[in-house]
């Protein structure tokens, strides 16, 4: 069972960067894919990027290909999203989640439904 605790969160300027991490307490952390999903204000959740258990293969959203970048240390049981060029539309809660239904699989989840346990979400401001 994984155990998920973001970091990293803030208020920044349109165009600056911010590195959202997430730590996994479980132990069980390698074999799972992992996602970053986000709740813009008054918003669906959606997915915003998605890695496999080994990094092998990565999923973005339209709106941040280009500038988000998801990367896991499976050492230390932590997912990264290192989000560069950020406008006001990408102010949300960010939530850091595991598809802990599925075993070393090929592909992560593109869909919110996918991911069965969430951290707690840490808040993203980005000011124009």
């Known amino acids: 069972q994984v155990q998920l605790v973001e970091s990293g969160g803030g208020l920044v300027q349109a165009g600056g960067s911010l590195r959202l991490s997430c730590a996994d307490s479980g132990g069980t952390f390698s074999n799972f894919a992992m996602g970053w999903l986000r709740q813009p204000p008054g918003k669906e959740f959606e997915v915003v990027a998605g890695?496999?258990?080994?990094?092998?293969?990565?999923y973005y959203a339209d709106s941040v290909k280009g500038r988000f970048t998801i990367s896991r240390d499976n050492v230390k049981n932590t997912v990264y999203l290192q989000m560069n060029s950020l406008q006001p539309e990408d102010t949300a809660v960010y939530y850091c989640?595991?598809?802990?239904?599925?075993?070393?699989?090929?592909?992560?989840?593109?869909?919110?439904?996918?991911?069965?346990?969430w951290g707690q979400g840490t808040q993203v401001t980005v000011s124009s």
């Open positions: 989640a595991a598809d802990g239904r599925t075993m070393f699989p090929g592909w992560a989840p593109t869909r919110v439904d996918g991911y069965n346990n």
């Open positions: 890695i496999t258990w080994n990094g092998g293969n990565t």
